[in-house]
């Protein structure tokens, strides 16, 4: 919708304009300026669609993309999400967004709760998203590569063999797990049992990792409205 679509083009705007160096006190308030608006566009389209999913996503993705640059943006992320999510439960390629946003933020908390905290958030959701969908490659393959993160190899090993299971084995995903999964392998001292064989489901998505969250602004945050 129109919101939604306003929302993308002043974060846009911001973010590059963000992207200056020594930037000027004019500067910063053009960049608040522009995503005050973007927040505001976003908020208004889930204001005027309540219950419709996509609309908390793009508010979610809006405030993740001012992780680092505006102060609260993340918990409005984790909370758009949520919101997103109660209003599609059965959606598997929601909960794998969700969990990589969680999975960014324990990677970059300073302390270990608030880490820990996040992580096994980040876990939960992978794991409902292979419960969502038996065969998603790439729910595993997230799910490896955050238990890996955790020291628990052995579980990770398990997690990317089921990966390598379910992709189609002439794809260039399907090498790249592989030999990830041989590299895992050498970190264990005892052999994971190979899956047991059965038909391979075609592919159902690409492997992909989170996305790096932004970088702070230059000259500290910019103060959000509150949601």
């Given at each position: 919708?129109?919101?939604?679509?306003?929302?993308?083009?002043?974060?846009?705007?911001?973010?590059?304009?963000?992207?200056?160096?020594?930037?000027?006190?004019?500067?910063?308030?053009?960049?608040?300026?522009?995503?005050?608006?973007?927040?505001?566009?976003?908020?208004?389209?889930?204001?005027?669609?309540?219950?419709?999913?996509?609309?908390?996503?793009?508010?979610?993705?809006?405030?993740?993309?001012?992780?680092?640059?505006?102060?609260?943006?993340d918990?409005?992320?984790?909370?758009?999400?949520?919101?997103?999510?109660?209003?599609?439960?059965?959606?598997?390629?929601?909960?794998?967004?969700?969990?990589?946003?969680?999975m960014?933020?324990?990677?970059?908390?300073?302390?270990?709760?608030?880490?820990?905290?996040?992580?096994?958030?980040?876990?939960?959701?992978?794991?409902?998203?292979?419960?969502?969908?038996?065969?998603?490659?790439?729910?595993?393959?997230?799910?490896?590569?955050?238990?890996?993160?955790?020291?628990?190899?052995?579980?990770?090993?398990?997690?990317?063999?089921?990966?390598?299971?379910?992709?189609?084995?002439?794809?260039?995903?399907?090498?790249?797990?592989?030999?990830?999964?041989?590299?895992?392998?050498?970190?264990?001292?005892?052999?994971?049992?190979?899956?047991?064989?059965?038909?391979?489901?075609?592919?159902?998505?690409?492997?992909?990792?989170?996305?790096?969250l932004?970088?702070?602004?230059?000259?500290?945050?910019?103060?959000?409205?509150?949601?």
């Amino acid at each position: 919708g129109y919101n939604t679509s306003f929302a993308t083009v002043n974060l846009s705007l911001a973010s590059a304009l963000s992207q200056k160096s020594d930037l000027t006190d004019n500067d910063r308030e053009n960049i608040a300026r522009l995503i005050q608006q973007s927040v505001q566009s976003g908020k208004t389209a889930t204001s005027l669609r309540p219950n419709d999913a996509s609309a908390w996503v793009t508010l979610a993705t809006t405030y993740q993309n001012l992780i680092n640059v505006a102060q609260g943006s993340d918990q409005f992320t984790v909370d758009a999400y949520a919101r997103a999510i109660s209003l599609d439960r059965a959606n598997p390629t929601l909960r794998i967004q969700f969990g990589g946003l969680l999975m960014q933020l324990g990677a970059s908390a300073e302390s270990e709760q608030p880490k820990s905290t996040y992580l096994d958030r980040a876990q939960n959701e992978f794991q409902t998203a292979i419960q969502l969908k038996p065969d998603y490659g790439n729910a595993y393959y997230n799910l490896a590569k955050l238990l890996e993160s955790r020291g628990k190899y052995e579980e990770a090993v398990a997690a990317m063999a089921q990966v390598v299971r379910y992709l189609d084995a002439s794809s260039s995903d399907a090498a790249r797990a592989t030999a990830e999964l041989d590299t895992l392998k050498t970190k264990v001292p005892v052999k994971t049992p190979a899956p047991s064989s059965s038909p391979t489901p075609a592919p159902s998505t690409e492997l992909t990792t989170p996305s790096p969250l932004p970088s702070p602004l230059e000259g500290g945050p910019i103060e959000l409205p509150q949601p």
